[in-house]
């Protein structure tokens, strides 16, 4: 009997992208729901009933929540093909060590979007700092995990999407600052699990826009 496996999901959420990078790696096919986070869904609120959030993915009726825990899942469930983790146990600590790191951006860029004047500034001098000791964990290195692609760059590339929304309203260049992880987000889109699972940078910069008129930013 095939699998049955639905992701609960937002067009624009990075941390919705790194899953669907993951399952497209697995070559899995899934149903895709679209959530509405300003009226949520009854099977939402069913999967995910602590926290209420996106992305869900149900496994033949079986919840799983948070977008690293889901990742680490479908690599173990599916470890037959293109695994995600290293098989060393020290690598794969600090693999996980640093996607966890990566989840510090998420906020920090909602603060660059959101506040203005000196908040702003401190978001900004904040998500540049983790960007660059990111970059420096990439060194020259294709690939986080050296020469494949695995589970640290599922969970940055998904961001690279959402930075020319950053700079717009940052007023800042994260090629300037960090061309190694530039060159690393393009070499990622190379990859079809990831240009096919990323949103275009203009769409998200008007979700963006949208949002902040919707939030009294502007």
């Known amino acids: 009997m095939a699998d049955e496996i639905i992701l609960l999901d937002l067009w624009a959420s990075m941390l919705g992208m790194r899953v669907r990078v993951a399952l497209a790696e697995k070559g899995l096919k899934y149903e895709y729901r679209e959530q509405d986070l300003r009226n ?7 999967m995910n009933p602590v926290h209420k959030k996106i992305p869900v993915l149900i496994h033949n009726g079986k919840p799983i929540c948070e977008s690293l825990i889901i990742v ?36 920090l860029g909602r603060q660059l979007w959101l506040t203005k004047g000196e908040e702003q500034e401190t978001a900004k001098k904040g998500f540049m700092e983790c960007l660059k000791l990111l970059e420096g964990e990439l060194g020259d290195k294709p690939y986080f995990g050296g020469e494949i692609f695995g589970f640290l760059d599922v969970a940055l590339v998904t961001f690279s999407c959402w930075f020319f929304a950053y700079e717009s309203f940052g007023n800042f260049s994260v090629e300037a600052e960090c061309p190694k992880l530039v060159a690393w987000s393009k070499r990622c889109m190379e990859k079809e699990s990831v240009s096919s699972s990323l949103e275009d940078p203009l769409k998200i910069h008007g979700f963006v826009i949208m949002m902040r008129k919707e939030l009294g930013v502007e």
């Open 40 to 46: 949520k869904s009854p099977l939402l609120l069913e």
């Open 72 to 107: 680490q899942y479908i690599d173990e469930v599916w470890y037959n093909k293109s695994p995600l983790l290293p098989s060393d146990p020290y690598q794969r600590a600090q693999a996980r060590f640093w996607a966890d790191y990566t989840d510090k951006l998420y906020e």
